[in-house]
């Protein structure tokens, strides 16, 4: 039986994954591909896949850009619902002779659209709905053939129909947690347009992933990149069922952990009946890293590192494979050259340098979102402090000391990041945080210290509330929490005078600082 999937062309919008993982919590599998993918190419999907509609990301360009990107035209005449939403909605209107113009203003954040045509995709949604918009240029009037589905105050058409195919376009970001009626949109689009089945149900892939590990690797040797973070753990404990003891967990402690975080990765996986080896890799990571002050260079090199570690590892106990928890959207995002802006280098384990000496690389993880992860590690019975580990960046610490890294910060910004942590979890608050954590800055203050005259650092606090981290709030916490941090931190270490809280959204800020 082929599975019901919906694919998704990928405009170089941020937001692009959003869509992907709305359509899978509808338990619908969807696919995300390059927007000028052939249709020879679709087809060839459709072989094992069974495709029931496209949508059209959003992405940074303008319609009339030069090289603005473009979606085939024989894709759009395939016989299956297409919708476009934001960049792919003006594409459509562009492509199919409707007027698009940049805007007089860009809308950017919340705003409200009338709905003028509750039908189609907009079945059930009220006549005033709360969207979430950022966009640049604007639909005018809609293709011939096209009506008007919904305007805004700047939009005079924020979305539109085809009268007689099922082709729809939205201005707004549905899959963005701000537009109120976003996944009743998904859900008329997925289940009365495309007809699709709830197919989709991630935890019932743990027997099929283990028995493909197994079948890749047959009876060599495999390491598996461990770094205590929910995806590679997950992955750990699948290859181990697989491979049993020819497998080896390697975890590389860069120096760049937070603290007493080696040891608990180390406590957590004893009791998983695996190799486990812990390399202490700190002098050869902090030396490649001094004197460099670029936050690209910084996760480049520390990229490069970690992989050159895996291999001397690997070579020790002769293993060929190199097992890692990549996920979909680390895939997706080097898998092919986008027209995304580059917003900054990420990699965790998974970012690894393009020539890599291993016979294979496994990832058992590499169709799946991170949510979808964090149900199967439930299932594995993977401990609790995994699965609700704050996300940490691969190149850890290293980003959250801005310009040089050197040890004397390291131990300055571990004691600031332990008090942040230690008073956020005693004020209980951290259930509902995405990330909390302490940041170094590379400038130094004035303060006063023991009625003396002090001049030294600066710690800034980022603690933020988000559901994916593509967008993010700071968090309103309560004053007594924030002075105790502050208190605490200034007190307990000598050498900060100052302490600030970061009180900037994601975007148009990011939640890490590098
Ligand atoms: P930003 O700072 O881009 O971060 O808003 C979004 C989320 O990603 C995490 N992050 C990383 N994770 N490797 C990772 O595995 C990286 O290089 C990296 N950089 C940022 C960040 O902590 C936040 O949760």
């Known amino acids: 039986?082929?599975?019901?999937?919906?694919?998704?062309?990928?405009?170089?919008?941020?937001?692009?994954?959003?869509?992907?993982?709305?359509?899978?919590?509808?338990?619908?599998?969807?696919?995300?591909?390059?927007?000028?993918?052939?249709k020879e190419e679709i087809v060839k999907i459709g072989k094992n896949r069974e495709i029931k509609g496209i949508i059209l990301s959003g992405g940074p360009s303008s319609v009339y850009e030069k090289n603005a990107p473009m979606a085939a035209k024989e894709v759009l005449k395939l016989p299956l619902p297409i919708l476009g939403l934001c960049y792919g909605h003006q594409l459509l209107a562009y492509l199919m002779k409707g007027k698009v113009e940049p805007a007089k203003e860009k809308e950017y954040g919340i705003s409200f659209a009338t709905i003028d045509k509750a039908v189609a995709v907009f079945k059930g949604l009220e006549r005033k709905e709360k969207i979430w918009m950022s966009h640049g240029d604007t639909v005018l009037s809609p293709p011939p053939d096209f009506e008007v589905l919904a305007h805004t105050q700047n939009c005079p058409v924020a979305a539109f129909a085809h009268k007689k195919k099922p082709i729809y376009g939205i201005q707004w970001h549905p899959e963005v947690v701000h537009t109120e009626s976003g996944n009743k949109t998904f859900k008329n689009f997925l289940f009365d347009i495309c007809k699709c089945q709830k197919e989709w149900k991630p935890v019932n892939l743990i027997k099929k992933l283990v028995s493909e590990i197994k079948e890749e690797v047959g009876k060599e040797k495999a390491i598996v990149a461990l770094s205590g973070g929910i995806d590679s753990s997950v992955a750990t404990v699948l290859a181990a069922s697989a491979l049993g003891k020819n497998l080896t967990a390697v975890f590389v402690d860069h120096g760049l952990l937070r603290e007493n975080e080696a040891r608990q990765v180390r406590e957590t996986f004893k009791k998983f009946n695996l190799n486990f080896v812990a390399l202490n890799e700190k002098k050869r990571f902090l030396r490649k890293l001094e004197g460099v002050k670029n936050p690209e260079r910084k996760r480049k090199i520390i990229g490069k590192e970690f992989i050159r570690a895996f291999e001397r590892a690997a070579k020790k106990v002769k293993a060929n494979y190199l097992v890692q928890?990549?996920?979909?959207?680390?895939?997706?995002?080097?898998?092919?050259?986008?027209?995304?802006?580059?917003?900054?280098?990420?990699?965790?384990?998974?970012?690894?340098?393009?020539?890599?000496?291993?016979?294979?690389?496994?990832?058992?993880?590499?169709?799946?979102y991170k949510d979808e992860v964090r149900l199967l590690a439930k299932k594995i019975g993977l401990p609790k402090e995994i699965i609700s580990r704050q996300p940490f960046p691969g190149p850890g610490l290293a980003v959250r000391i801005i310009g040089e890294v050197t040890d004397k910060k390291l131990k300055i910004l571990k004691k600031a990041d332990k008090i942040v942590s230690e008073e956020i979890e005693a004020g209980k608050l951290a259930k509902n945080l995405w990330q909390y954590f302490a940041v170094l800055l590379d400038k130094k203050s004035t303060g006063v210290k023991g009625d003396k005259r002090a001049y030294g650092e600066i710690i800034a606090v980022r603690v933020v509330e988000s559901r994916e981290a593509m967008t993010a709030n700071f968090a309103r916490l309560p004053?007594?929490?924030?002075?105790?941090?502050?208190?605490?931190?200034v007190n307990e270490i000598p050498e900060v005078v100052r302490v600030v809280y970061d009180i900037t959204h994601k975007p148009p800020s990011t939640i890490e600082w590098e």
């Open 325 to 368: 928890g990549t996920i979909y959207p680390d895939r997706i995002e080097s898998g092919y050259a986008m027209k995304s802006e580059k917003i900054k280098t990420h990699h965790n384990v998974a970012g690894l340098p393009t020539k890599i000496r291993f016979k294979g690389i496994v990832e058992p993880l590499k169709d799946l």
């Open 479 to 489: 004053y007594q929490i924030l002075e105790k941090i502050s208190t605490r931190i």
């Open 1 to 38: 039986m082929k599975l019901d999937t919906i694919l998704i062309l990928d405009f170089g919008g941020q937001y692009c994954h959003l869509i992907g993982r709305r359509i899978r919590e509808n338990n619908v599998y969807s696919e995300i591909l390059p927007h000028d993918i052939s």
